[in-house]
């Protein structure tokens, strides 16, 4: 037997382990229009209520598509199957098939590493993140250990890619499977690996052969910094910490190791997205050191911290640059995006000046949930981006998801709520699934008692 012949023969012996793992055939079988219509929900623009059979065939025929010779099945297979996670919890799928998950990330990954085209890169990518979200019930040991199998096909190729999109998607699924899976020790070398990003510049993930231009540069940014505000969010927000760890740990974090100071530079950044992203997340970072030492304490317990805070050499700097910022009035920012920036900064400016926590109503069927703090609002806006529509299925049976909307408020009485279009970035959630947000930022995952 030849070597290149050899080398076919353990591939396709790889991947028909792999599909016997997720239980799936491996040939495909054409259907007709009427079985299609009837036993896949792949074709539907609404979310209807679905048998958990019909998805789990529909999840192993993408899989089996997965090993199709041509780029753009497999890229349609990779859309089929990220919709399919997105708008339905698949969690009992992993659960009915030992080691699926396991086999369906090797699947993945291969693809992001020797893919046909670079969407189809970005898809798998995109995919690996969603296979975290709807793990099922894995132990906590079981998920960490996929996570460290994955982490480090993703670094390279955040490192290595030159193609902007995969960069940035890579990134964003970096930020998923951590807050999905990883440990707080764990979730802390991902902040760091993300923060080395940040005060580089992105410099030290330029591709070797070709760099990047200043607008993908800008979007690479804008990507580090949602995913740095996620996962900070994930260990230091909700009162994660006993009252004087969370202080120290605060203070050490963001001074001493240099966290705010590379959030300051990024203020002044070309691009509105970069710096909107870094300002929420000096105000997440800053609402993060004081909401536990806030508790229960009284108003003259809360006005020594804020004294506290003030003794803070960067403070002083940090109010100007965010005056300016939320009073912008320069012609060389067009109309919308100081608008937007206006917006956004008089929020942040209020947060760091007087501890103001922001507010966002969402409302999930006929349940209405009150998301107050920067922790809790970063957390659901990557949520809605992550699951788009797919949201309000993923609370009623997604730990994971639930875990979000622990520390909201469930308030039953519509009385005084405002409810106003808010841009997510999502396009495919539809009002009567999601409802209407307000504007301003929870959750309460089991991660920080790992």
Request: proline share 2%.
């Amino acid at each position: 037997m030849s070597k290149s012949l050899r080398k076919k023969v353990v591939k396709q012996q790889s991947r028909l382990a792999a599909l016997d793992l997720l239980g799936t055939p491996t040939t495909s079988e054409v259907e007709s229009d009427g079985d299609s219509e009837t036993s896949s929900v792949l074709g539907d623009s609404v979310l209807p209520d679905v048998d958990e059979s019909v998805l789990e065939d529909d999840i192993r025929h993408c899989v089996n598509e997965l090993g199709e010779k041509r780029a753009s099945s497999r890229e349609a297979a990779l859309t089929n199957l990220s919709k399919l996670m997105r708008h339905y919890y698949c969690g009992s799928f992993f659960d009915n098939n030992p080691s699926a998950q396991e086999a369906l990330l090797q699947l993945l990954v291969r693809l992001v590493r020797k893919p046909g085209t670079t969407e189809e890169a970005v898809l798998a990518a995109r995919a690996i993140g969603l296979a975290f979200v709807n793990a099922g019930e894995q132990s906590d040991s079981e998920q960490e250990s996929l996570y460290v199998m994955v982490l480090p096909y993703l670094k390279q190729v955040i490192k290595d890619s030159n193609q902007v999109e995969l960069k940035c998607q890579a990134i964003d699924t970096l930020a998923t499977m951590t807050f999905a899976a990883a440990s707080t020790s764990s979730t802390k070398g991902a902040l760091d690996y993300l923060y080395k990003i940040l005060i580089s510049n992105a410099s030290q993930i330029q591709p070797d052969e070709s760099e990047l231009s200043t607008n993908d540069l800008l979007l690479v940014m804008e990507a580090t910094l949602r995913a740095y505000g996620l996962l900070y969010a994930s260990v230091f927000g909700q009162g994660r910490y006993s009252i004087d760890d969370a202080w120290d740990e605060w203070q050490s974090y963001v001074f001493v190791q240099g966290a705010m100071p590379a959030h300051l530079d990024l203020l002044e950044s070309k691009s509105k997205d970069v710096r909107v992203a870094a300002g929420e997340n000096v105000a997440l970072m800053y609402e993060c050191s004081h909401a536990p030492k806030n508790n229960g304490q009284s108003e003259d317990t809360e006005e020594e911290e804020k004294e506290d805070m003030s003794e803070y050499e960067e403070l002083d700097d940090l109010i100007d640059i965010l005056q300016r910022l939320a009073n912008e009035s320069s012609r060389r920012v067009n109309k919308q995006d100081r608008k937007e920036q206006k917006s956004a900064f008089r929020d942040i400016l209020k947060s760091v000046q007087t501890g103001h926590r922001p507010k966002e109503r969402l409302k999930l069927g006929r349940q209405r949930f009150v998301f107050r703090g920067w922790a809790q609002i970063i957390e659901l806006h990557a949520f809605r981006s992550i699951l788009g529509a797919g949201l309000a299925n993923h609370f009623e049976s997604n730990g994971l998801v639930q875990g979000v909307f622990d520390n909201s408020v469930d308030d039953d009485d519509s009385d005084g709520f405002d409810f106003s279009n808010v841009d997510s970035g999502v396009e495919d959630i539809p009002e009567s699934e999601l409802g209407t947000l307000e504007s301003t930022k929870s959750m309460n995952r089991s991660k920080h008692a790992k």
